[in-house]
């Protein structure tokens, strides 16, 4: 056995991008007190649109700003019918996965006659990767860090980008005080539909992200289905940090090298490959179960405080 | 506002039925195949040939489906009544049943449908005698077919030995890759067939290349793919890869692009595919493309039972392999220019020997059991 490890590490960067993104995309939503399944399907919607707007528009950058457009209408329209139409979240979010996964299919075959993968038929553009000069020539590090995708680079900057603006401006502010108590935020002007219809811009322009890395970073075409489940995988990674930036890139990290190890050990070892398969996910449920129980004790120690502390009075 | 849910819901759905099942207009819609359009509305005018339901998941997947509705095309030229029913993808196999109850309500006499529907297929047969069922792609024994079900197999193994053959040739670093979608018995046969290439190239030539497998689980998730291919090549160091994995096969010939290396193709001409397309330096990493004739065995099968030469069909599996031209491999500009020549003609002397009977190669479904193919996976490691 002959692992190169260094390039796995560089690779499991590489596999998290897409889930940094779309954890960020569910974290903001999640933060004005919502929580947006529909980010499978905005980032499957995206990645097609990244293509198409880069086929037909020439250039790799009209389809990384066509991706993100298409992020943001994908996510005003889940933020109207939730919104504005007060229908049911889940259910709205359930019914646009749906709609993305043949939608996309349907707009595939309408464009280019195809209705698995656009792979012969939209020229393939591929968003640059960027070495880094001095850093590409520290030995191990340089081979990590240097040579990334440029969104992988954008990952890392919005994951403190999110930070900045939930922790440090207004607006960041008002999207918490309407995920903690939307009455209360209401009762001192704050406008709820308003505040989560900016969430969900957000949350587009991340899902953008995502997708525009997927069909033209990872890959250069789009594929049916080509999203597979890295949408909900972002889902519970910021689920596992509660809502946190910082913890949620770390915990899609986690998922970026199980998913890397998984796929260095089937070509490595003979562990039969379903089992492999099962890492990502036995990891996501081995960390949902440990931050639970985490925030279980932080809430009974609490408990028993302010028990204490009325016992005392 | 439920409604409002619903309504959407409902729109979600419509819109899934559209993409999924859109192909019985789109086949109706499509004169292009010598007027199959006229003939859907005029089956009276069909001159006694038979009317034929073709049963897919999805058109579009650029091989196989794809394949057979090119024969299917040829059929209708000749005058055959063919129309095609796309049931949609796994998702929907709760709904397959219907959509061949619906086939036979419309009065098809042929019911060609691939592995997928067999098992319902041979259900269905008592039920309706007067009704012949074509089922390709899979292997059956005589004594579980009845006396309406017909089973075509084809030999994936014999074709892919041979280009097991020219990967071992064409390898620099002394590894060949093959990677899978799904693993299933088909699927394994390709293997198998590709590893004993492989081994019996060292065996005549004294070299000891290694072969590396491995399963994305998925037909379409080329990113995992690459990822995966990209992997064998810096650690097993793997420099030709051969691609058994529906759409995520895309994401091999895009890895292999990317680390240098070549690629071969399934089921179709790849390469022609590519050059044909929007990205065609894409196609000049694949080699040749191992092919699976699907759509000429339904022609040939057609034209045996319009003879009326249907002892050797019905109640029988029929294998069709190198000897029938129903599997092969691409020979192009690009094959003669890039594999040396001594190279081609041991594939071709391979191919002869084949169809001659003086070869037997190795099947997946000559192993005893799972345990007895992974072991041979193993050895080739």
Known sequence: ?313 | MKKFASILLVAAMALSLVACGGGDSSSASTPAAGGSSAAASTPADKGGKGKIAYIVGNLGDKSFSDSGEAGMNILRGEGWDVKTFELGDATKADKYEDGILDALDQGYEYIVGSSTYLEIMIGLADEYPDVKFVGFDEKKDDADLPENVTCIFYAQNEGSYLVGMMAAAMSETGTVAVDVGVENPVINDFVTGYIQGVMDWNEANGTDVKVVKAAVDSWTDPAKMKQLCLDQARNNKADVFYQVAGGSGDGLFEACVESNTWAIGVDSDQYQMYKDGENPEKADVILTSMLKEVGNSFVSLFHQIEEGDTDSIWGHTITLGLAQDSVGYVDNAFFQENVPEEVRTAMADAAAKVKAGELTVKSYYDFADEAEFNAFVEAAK
């Open chain 1, 1 to 313: 056995m002959n692992i190169d490890w260094v390039a796995f590490i560089a690779d499991a960067l590489k596999m998290a991008t897409p889930l940094v993104f779309a954890a960020l995309a569910a974290l903001i939503t999640r933060q004005a007190g919502m929580f947006n399944m529909g980010v499978e399907g905005m980032i499957l919607c995206s990645a097609l649109g990244s293509v198409v707007f880069a086929h037909f528009g020439g250039s790799v950058w009209v389809g990384l700003l066509g991706g993100i457009l298409i992020g943001l209408v994908t996510g005003m329209i889940i933020a109207f019918s939730s919104l504005t139409g007060k229908t049911d979240l889940y259910l709205t979010c359930i019914a646009f996965n749906l709609m993305a996964a043949g939608g996309t299919v349907f707009v595939m075959y309408l464009l280019t006659g195809d209705k698995s993968s656009t792979a012969g038929s939209l020229r393939s553009y591929q968003i640059p990767n960027i070495d880094i000069p001095l850093i590409k020539d520290i030995p191990v590090l340089g081979r990590i860090v240097s040579g990334q995708s440029l969104l992988t680079y954008l990952a890392v900057l919005s994951v403190f980008l999110v930070w900045f603006l939930l922790k440090k401006t207004r607006i960041g502010l008002r999207i918490r005080a309407v995920g903690e108590n939307p009455s209360a935020a209401e009762s001192v002007g704050i406008s709820v539909p308003k505040i989560g219809y900016i969430s969900f811009a957000f949350c587009g322009i991340f899902a953008g992200l995502s997708g525009a890395f997927l069909s033209m970073s990872w890959v250069t075409f789009f594929m049916k289905n080509m999203v597979n489940g890295r949408g909900y995988i972002g889902l519970s990674a910021q689920n596992m940090a509660g809502g946190a930036p910082v913890g949620s890139a770390l915990a899609s990290l986690l998922f970026g090298f199980a998913d890397s190890l998984s796929i260095t050990l089937k070509n490595q070892t003979t562990f039969p490959t379903e089992f492999l398969n099962m890492i990502p996910y036995l990891a996501t449920i081995l960390a949902i179960i440990i931050t639970s129980v985490i925030a279980i004790n932080k809430r009974r120690r609490i408990e028993k405080g302010t028990a204490k502390a009325a016992a005392e009075e």
